[in-house]
């Protein structure tokens, strides 16, 4: 009976996932949350190791509470990607970024270039290239400022579509990231057709750069894979200086993670910037 009743309720998460009463107050809060602009984007710089300076940042979502924490992405980005409010959350996400870019820009505030991640299912849709279209053009932002973060599974999944999509993007002078690098199955032909700006190698493997000798060979190939595709390269999750010393020396000169900073709201990032030059 009991694995019975395991099975039942495996058909229910699967097929009527809605029904799960927890999950169902989290998804209206979440539409509701949408509705109401509840979110905010939190900004990570990226350095550029080699010249000693700042070389961008990326964006990420928080949602804030009305006690003053934060709920954090891992919490409700996978509930949006399965219902599709992702697609009106990065909609919201996108037009706040650009306007902030816009801000910035009026202020002389040498951001750089900013990048925002993109979920498969967003990657997926020719709405993607309206959107962008939409808001660039609005807010009067030069495109080669913005950078999308796609992960690797999500160009996987339709290569064709992908190849496709990516050189819209790149049409409209975007620049593309893959995310998250190392952790899917790209495949080596694509990655040499696709028109990829820049690798970024999972923190999965910066991890124990310094202590396991398979991630420390994994991201020097990586790091050697993309000098030889001519794609720039990044490590995300670096904590320490031994790791950021490691990539350094393998040649991975833009570096992100919590030894150089965590990310920062939106108000901060002038001061911060201020005390940083930017490339
Ligand atoms: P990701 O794109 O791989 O982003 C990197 C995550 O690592 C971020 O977590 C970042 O805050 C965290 N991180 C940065 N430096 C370090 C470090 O030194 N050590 C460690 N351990 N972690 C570090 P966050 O902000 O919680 O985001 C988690 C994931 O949620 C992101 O992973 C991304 O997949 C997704 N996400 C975040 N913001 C957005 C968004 O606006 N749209 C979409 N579609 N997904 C987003
Ligand atoms: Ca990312
Ligand atoms: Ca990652
Ligand atoms: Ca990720």
Not at 166 to 192: E, P, Q, W
Not at 223 to 232: F, M, Q
Request: hydrophobic content about 40%.
């Amino acid at each position: 009976a009991k694995k019975l009743g395991r099975n039942t309720y495996q058909f229910f998460d699967k097929e009527r996932h809605t029904l799960d009463p927890t999950e169902l107050t989290k998804e209206s809060a979440l539409f509701k949350a949408i509705t109401n602009n509840e979110f905010v984007l939190y900004f990570q710089p990226k350095y550029d190791v080699q010249h000693n300076r700042l070389h961008g940042f990326e964006a990420l979502v928080r949602w804030p509470q009305d006690d003053g924490s934060l709920i954090y992405p891992d919490e409700f980005i996978p509930l949006a990607e399965q219902n599709g409010a992702i697609i009106p959350l990065t909609q919201l996400l996108m037009k706040q970024l650009l306007q902030q870019l816009a801000n910035w820009q009026k202020q002389d505030v040498p951001f750089g270039n900013v990048a925002i991640n993109i979920s498969a299912l967003h990657f997926q849709q020719n709405s993607l290239i309206e959107m962008l279209v939409d808001y660039l053009t609005k807010y009067n932002v030069p495109a080669r400022c913005l950078e999308l973060e796609i992960t690797e599974s999500a160009m996987m999944n339709n290569p064709e579509f992908a190849e496709q999509q990516m050189k819209r993007i790149k049409a409209l002078g975007v620049n593309i990231t893959l995310d998250d690098f190392g952790t899917g199955h790209s495949s080596l032909s694509y990655l040499k057709r696709f028109p990829i700006d820049t690798l970024k190698i999972d923190k999965s493997f910066v991890k124990d750069i310094d202590k396991n000798e398979q991630d420390r060979n994994i991201t020097a190939t990586i790091v050697r894979l993309a000098k030889y595709l001519d794609i720039n390269v990044v490590a995300e999750g670096v904590e320490t200086e031994e790791q950021a010393y490691m990539l350094h020396i393998m040649g991975c000169h833009y570096q992100q993670g919590y030894y150089y900073c965590k990310p920062l709201k939106a108000e901060q990032v002038a001061n911060f910037i201020d005390k940083n030059e930017v490339d």
